[in-house]
């Protein structure tokens, strides 16, 4: 048997982003065995961490590793490389037989009944109404906080790209995108939806030196303050 890696993640920030207070660790928000689309399985522990100031207006948030966060989806024991597969295999026309044949192969264990129920819950997020979550989620934050964090991530597999967005004060996902590998300029299009918001200060997104950093980068346009995910 593999002996599986634990690894443990804290919050990129170490002073709250409201008022520049410490950050204290307060309890583990998630601790679970992740398989990856490289059939390693790895026990991904994030803690959670919260302002000391008690009268910070974030007081009640809890900050986590938005790097943990991407791997730890709720509900799930996959990564997210995992569940795009899954998704464009399904989209292929797949069966779930052979989309388990084929995780199998990569060293993936699942059952179909998973698959259906990883898919089902992909699809709602792709259809979602991302442009109604991005008015909603960015009022909270704005009227909360007085600014907007956001978490955006992109991976690629089989000629594919997803992006996901989510708020980086509760971890709630804004959208979900699926693309074309080579389709940059959709990529553009809908993370200017985005971005374009002034009242945007952070974004913790994936390393410096891939080409989705490139394009987001030049979409975003103007001073940003930047977190990069961990490498895992
Ligand atoms: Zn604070």
Do not use: W
């Amino acid at each position: 048997m593999n002996n599986i890696v634990t690894k443990v993640y804290k919050p990129e920030i170490e002073k709250c982003p409201i008022c520049g207070s410490k950050l204290a660790y307060r309890y583990t928000v998630s601790n679970k065995i992740i398989q990856f689309s490289s059939g390693n399985k790895s026990r991904i522990k994030n803690l959670g961490y919260s302002c000391v100031n008690q009268d910070c207006p974030a007081s009640d948030v809890i900050f986590t590793s938005q790097t943990a966060s991407k791997f730890c989806i709720k509900g799930y024991t996959y990564s997210a490389k995992v569940i795009a597969l899954i998704t464009i295999l399904k989209n292929e026309g797949y069966s779930r037989e052979k989309i388990c044949a084929e995780l199998a192969l990569l060293g993936v264990e699942i059952s179909d009944r998973n698959i259906d129920n990883i898919y089902e819950r992909e699809k709602a997020l792709l259809s979602a109404d991302y442009k109604k979550n991005i008015e909603t989620e960015y009022e909270f934050m704005a009227n909360h906080y007085g600014q907007i964090r956001l978490s955006i991530d992109s991976l690629t597999i089989n000629g594919k790209r997803v992006v996901s967005i989510r708020e980086s004060f509760h971890n709630h996902q804004i959208g979900l995108h699926l693309f074309d590998e080579e389709d940059t300029e959709s990529v553009k299009k809908i993370l200017h939806e985005y971005v374009d918001d002034k009242r945007i200060t952070c974004i913790t997104t994936v390393r410096k030196m891939t080409d989705f950093f490139k394009i987001l980068d030049k979409v975003v346009n103007r001073d940003m303050e930047y977190h990069h995910f961990i490498k895992y």
